[in-house]
């Protein structure tokens, strides 16, 4: 049904309150509003946001998929990551827009793309088994924590080539001690009016941080340009040191330090929530647990967890794409308007900002009947619809490390639960809590690890 705002004729109607007094109660718990702004206005509304102009929320696969399929010149996404420039640097995927932001994501797509994961699965196998034997016993402490060692750890041996304990435990310490310096909201605020805090403020603890991360990219880069080629190497930046512009030029030391740090800020943290959301889901339903446990039984059993075996654990692949659905970890995205979009019952003009909201479309009945309930047998027969199923959002911003993540959570996971024996250390369901943009377990999932079995392989 066409309802029509009272504000502005194009826009999806929306709370009549007062733009800070919106920006206020959105901020203050943005799941609650957002879902009862979507039962109270439909499918599509519109936020006033302090600041940031009129915000228009979708939820429909129809609606979603023409903001995916629009053209790049209609459909801004780096525009509203330019905060993160000063941190990104200026060649950063994620704050680039139309051919800017192709030139480069061909760049870095390679070693992305789904028949690369195989060269990957043997450092995800054994770092997730030397993390294992070191998790404390018999007492409570939160699986976020171990996972997140592990994503980075990851990300560092797989993405950044780092080999040896030394220099990944520095490089992890700088690098955690950066993030947590700069991510808090109001360390942010002289980004979100265009100053670069690391400049203006070179004493600055986080400025000093920033400048010794950098020193190490520059110089791991340095040391891997003048290295002799070992062809045994299979990390992300072996093939972008390859990695050639249309003209044939390679990547700059700043081109590839920029996509270093992209891909470590948008994989490890992500990956580890995924991973946390995904054990919690299985703790909780004992059935889910049991059916993963059969199927690691029937497709591993005794052997070395490998690759032929990755591709064939489709109950937990399942079980992965169903947590990411009740656990949208990004729970949002946007894109701005620079010409008009036209949805399925409105046309939205140039200079609004539409957010295809994930944590939305994710519990529509319409869509995932019982939608609070997981169940990985939805995924289990069919590929899931990607304007329905959007945790990786979509279209040509779609998480570049997708395919990445997706067996990593696999290696992770069947390694794990192939050894643990994990219970949650509560029977108090774990929230959704925000973190950062994006939404993570409150209180980190705390389990208790009863058991671990010796390694079978
Ligand atoms: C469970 C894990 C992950 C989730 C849920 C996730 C989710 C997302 C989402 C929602 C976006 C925005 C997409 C859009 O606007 O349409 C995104 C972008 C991106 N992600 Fe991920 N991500 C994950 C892991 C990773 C990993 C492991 C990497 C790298 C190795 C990565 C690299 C990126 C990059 C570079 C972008 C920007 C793409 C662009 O602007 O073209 N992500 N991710």
């Not at 102009?53 to 996404?77: L, Y």
């Not at 002799?228 to 081109?255: A, F, I, K, N, Y």
């Not at 009947?369 to 939805?378: G, I, S, T, V």
């Not at 696999?410 to 639960?417: G, R, S």
Request: net charge positive.
């Amino acid at each position: 049904m066409r309802r029509w705002s009272n504000l502005d004729s194009m826009l999806p109607p929306g709370p009549r309150l007062p733009g800070p007094v919106q920006t206020a109660l959105y901020l203050s718990q943005p799941l609650h509003y957002l879902r009862r702004w979507h039962q109270q206005y439909g499918e599509a509304f519109t936020l006033r946001m302090a600041g940031a102009g009129n915000m228009v929320f979708i939820s429909s696969p129809q609606d979603i998929k023409r903001v995916f399929t629009a053209p790049m010149e209609v459909v801004h996404a780096g525009e509203s990551n330019s905060l993160l420039r000063p941190f990104l640097g200026p060649h950063s995927v994620v704050i680039l827009d139309e051919w800017d932001h192709v030139r480069q994501r061909r760049l870095l797509l390679p070693p992305f793309q789904g028949e690369r994961m195989q060269a990957y699965a043997k450092v995800m196998r054994e770092v997730t088994h030397a993390s294992l034997v070191r998790w404390p016993r018999a007492r409570p402490f939160p699986l976020l924590d171990v996972m997140t060692e592990i994503t980075l750890e990851l990300m560092l041996r797989n993405v950044f080539g780092l080999e040896t304990p030394g220099e990944i435990a520095a490089f992890s310490r700088d690098f955690s001690s950066l993030v947590d310096s700069t991510t808090s909201p109001l360390r942010m605020l002289p980004s979100l009016i265009g100053m670069d805090l690391f400049t203006l403020m070179p004493w600055a603890r986080a400025s000093r941080l920033k400048k010794r991360v950098d020193a190490a990219i520059y110089s791991l880069v340095a040391r891997r340009r003048a290295e002799p080629r070992r062809p045994e190497r299979t990390d992300v930046l072996s093939m972008l040191l390859e990695s050639t512009h249309e003209d044939g030029r390679p990547m700059s030391d700043q081109e590839l330090r920029d996509a270093l740090l992209t891909l470590i800020v948008a994989g490890y943290e992500t990956s580890a929530i995924g991973l946390s959301f995904t054990v919690e889901r299985l703790l909780a339903e004992p059935r889910t647990l049991a059916r993963v446990h059969e199927e690691l039984e029937r497709v591993v059993g005794d052997d070395e967890l490998g690759p032929e075996h990755i591709e064939r654990l489709e109950y937990l692949e399942a079980a992965i794409k169903e947590a990411l659905r009740v656990r949208p970890l990004v729970p949002l995205i946007s894109r701005q308007l620079k010409g008009p979009l036209e949805l399925t019952h409105y046309t939205l003009s140039a200079g609004v900002t539409v957010l295809p909201a994930i944590v939305l479309t994710h519990f529509r009945e319409d869509l995932y009947p019982e939608p609070e309930r997981f169940k990985p047998e939805r995924f289990l027969e069919q590929k899931p619809d990607p304007y329905a199923w959007l945790p990786f959002g979509g279209g040509a911003r779609r998480c570049l490390g997708m395919a990445f993540a997706m067996y990593e959570m696999k290696v992770v996971l069947a390694t794990l639960l192939g050894r643990a024996k994990l219970r949650l250390a509560s029977s108090e369901p774990v929230r959704m809590i925000n973190r950062h943009i994006m939404l993570a377990p409150a209180g980190g999932v705390p389990v208790v690890l009863d058991e671990v079995r010796a390694r079978r392989d």
